[in-house]
């Protein structure tokens, strides 16, 4: 397959380099002169590989910026802890990183991927995706003639697009077997939407003892503060008999959760033990101080450049979906004495 560069347009034009970036940025004739029928000729080529410059001088000499995209959808204590990771593994590396924060928005989303075309990124990291068009989003700019180098951070939602995510799976077996270690003998999922695999490996591993699992999700996942507040208030009124051990799909969730638990004057982990996911810092600001499970966020960052800057260096990931291993970090929402 044909690497699409100013060189390849040169040399179907039979033109110079420079002749090409002249006509592509709109300066044609005021340093150097091009004939109109060249400049057809090289808009005809740009068109038909769909083709746009590079914005950056230094890519134009070296082909590359340096500098890889981080493109999330929503500021979280998550994230924002992934970034400052991600931010230092790249500085090690001697890397840029450029944040695009679409707020949820698919035209932010698609604005921000056609703006990477022009070479200010070599690569993007995403963080979340928008969506149900978000996929195939991805898909058209990862495939030929974009060939933009795509790495997603999550679950795998389009099929070739190299992914790397914590082991969703086995961060909710930790989460019941904990739970089952300190005496609970009814469970809960709570929070994220239906489909996700942390709850639904930690309903699965219930079931093999026979436990009574209650999950407790939105209809669509939006994750701020705000929306997690109104699920926990939801939970205990429409709850009658309140779970034992409950685990939440983010340490968010459990904030709201035992926020909600304490306002009702229900006793943590004595009535209910509670496990978040993630294990960020907020995990440290309440009392009880929550349990939570480590998704090894600095191993994900190393992860990331180092696959980012092989995508961009050519080489495929192998295998092309990367797990990282997790952990469970107990605190005070657990520790039954």
């Not at 995209?69 to 001697?94: C, R, W």
């Not at 070599?122 to 898909?139: A, C, F, Q, T």
């Not at 701020?224 to 939440?248: D, M, Q, R, V, Y």
Request: glycine share 6%; charged share 25%.
């Amino acid at each position: 397959m044909k690497k699409i560069s100013l060189s390849l347009i040169a040399k179907e034009a039979r033109v110079s380099k420079s002749v090409v970036s002249a006509v592509l940025s709109k300066q044609e004739n005021k340093k150097i002169f091009v004939s109109d029928k060249t400049k057809e000729k090289i808009l005809n080529i740009a068109q038909q590989y769909n083709y746009i410059l590079p914005k950056s001088g230094k890519e134009l000499v070296s082909g590359r910026s340096d500098t890889i995209g981080i493109m999330f959808h929503m500021f979280t204590p998550f994230f924002g802890e992934v970034l400052t990771e991600i931010q230092k593994k790249a500085f090690k590396k001697n890397l840029d990183i450029s944040i695009y924060f679409t707020s949820h928005r698919a035209d932010l989303e698609e604005q921000f991927l056609e703006q990477s075309r022009d070479g200010r990124v070599d690569g993007l990291i995403i963080l979340g995706w928008v969506n149900k068009e978000s996929p195939e989003r991805y898909k058209k700019y990862f495939e030929y003639p974009y060939n933009i180098k795509i790495l997603n951070y999550g679950a795998v939602f389009v099929e070739g697009l190299p992914t790397i995510s914590f082991d969703e799976k086995q961060a909710g077996i930790l989460a019941y077997q904990h739970l089952k270690e300190i005496g609970c003998k009814t469970f809960a999922g709570f929070g994220g939407s239906q489909e996700n695999s942390r709850i639904d490996s930690f309903c699965k591993e219930a079931e093999k003892d026979g436990a009574k699992v209650k999950n407790f999700f939105q209809s669509q996942f939006i994750g701020n503060w705000e929306e997690e507040g109104k699920l926990a208030s939801k939970f205990f009124e429409t709850t009658k008999n309140i779970p034992e051990g409950i685990f939440c799909y983010n340490d968010l969730y459990a904030l709201g959760l035992i926020s909600e638990a304490q306002k009702r004057g229900i006793k943590i982990p004595r009535d209910i033990a509670i496990i978040g996911c993630d294990n960020t810092q907020i995990c440290l600001y309440l009392n009880p101080s929550i349990t939570s499970i480590d998704t090894n966020k600095a191993e994900s960052a190393k992860k990331m450049i180092e696959i980012i800057t092989n995508l961009i260096n050519g080489t495929e990931p192998n295998p092309i979906n990367t797990i990282i291993p997790v952990s469970l970090v107990e605190r005070e929402s657990t520790k039954r004495r």
